[in-house]
């Protein structure tokens, strides 16, 4: 009976403590926001690790039925403490534009094109940024950001901010999708629930980003949500089209979940939904092929790194080790994952952590890119989340 009982204290103890680290993390990356390349190198290396670790143990998935409802009551605190929290410290910002220029630069492009009846990406004003060539001074994200941001037209602060939240709320609804089993308990269904949005929305710089300076990052990253959503119900054309919409809004994030869904047995249905999900893109590329493809994509390859990115930290002569440790980890992620069967669970992982890998080794390691991975972690963490303190070393990813 002792010793159940131990066992049952220290699995119940590996959820706080995930919970206290991934505070602890999220605080260093909101603390140290501009520059501090080796501070987010170093967040971001021990998210990677936490991830390979849980990912390499098993034990029970669920807490003992007597400490369900507990932690259930735990949960429920924490969450609604975050969200009164920083909602009293970040909610008045709904009620004003966006400060940053990707989200005032949404707002122009999407008053230029349903206003104005004008092209976005052949202006040369949309982004001031002087060090760009006026080539790359047109909307920098694909044509269903606007889309996404219509509201914004009629009111560039509010109308923007409420579609963020929208946006906010659809996410947490999927994330509930996605950690809902409905062979559990519903004591259990709701711990786990409530757990999961409790990582979510844990981290100050999530709301900072979102309702202060006006970051549109969540509109896409909702997408990708969907898209695993479906690819868990193994609906497979429904996982394409939102992946392909996600791509067509920004296409970084969406990018690496292709690549994790690269494999032999890949659907055909995936390609087909993927293929009509592009549409927007494909719409605008007949409008202006050259505007589009300097803007959205070449624009990434030739834009000046910063002092966020660890180009600022390395000699130039080592500036060639960054884009091929990117492109190993890629090749070695379609090798291992090749003849693996599509799985949920395998795909969630290997995005993740190729979207660390490609977060790090980039020109720019912005703070509103961290709205990418909350969602991810969140749903990786909360599945293994008794694997800190118990279980047996075995690969299983």
Known sequence: MTGRLTQGLRQTASPFLILGLMFYLYGLLHKYDWGHAFVK????????????????????????SHFVRLELIAWTIILVSIVVSYGRTYGPGLFSPPRVDIGYTTVNAAS????ERKNPYSSPDINRRPELLP???????????????????????????LSSLTYLFVSALLLSLLVHESKEGSANRLARITYVLCLFL???????????????????????????VALKDEKYFLTGIF?????????????????ALLRKDLKKSIVKGFTLGLIPLLGFAIWDIKGLFNNVFRIRLTIPYDSTSLYSELPPAYHLVLPL????????????????????????????????????????????????FYPLFALILERAK????VGAATITT
């Open 243 to 259: 992946l392909g919409l996600s791509f067509a809004a920004k296409f970084s994030p969406a990018m690496f979940l292709l690549i």
């Open 112 to 115: 230029m094109l349903f206003v």
């Open 202 to 228: 844990l981290a100050e710089r999530f709301w900072y980003e979102i309702f202060s300076q006006g970051a549109n990052d969540i509109f896409p990253v909702s997408l990708l949500l969907a898209s695993l």
């Open 325 to 372: 440790a990117l492109f190993a980890a890629i090749t070695f992620s379609l090798y291992r994952n090749i003849e693996l069967p599509l799985e949920y669970e395998n795909v969630l992982v290997t995005f993740a952590l190729l979207l660390i890998i490609g977060e790090v080794t980039f020109k720019e390691m912005h703070a509103n890119h961290l709205i990418w």
């Open 135 to 161: 080539r790359y001074r047109g909307f920098h994200y694909g044509p269903l950001m606007l889309l996404g941001y219509l509201p914004a037209v009629l009111s560039p602060g509010l109308g923007y901010k």
């Open 41 to 64: 190198l170093f967040c971001f290396a021990a998210l990677f690790t936490l991830i390979v670790f849980l990912r390499s143990r098993t034990g029970l998935t669920e807490a003992p």
């Open 386 to 389: 008794y694997q800190l303190t």
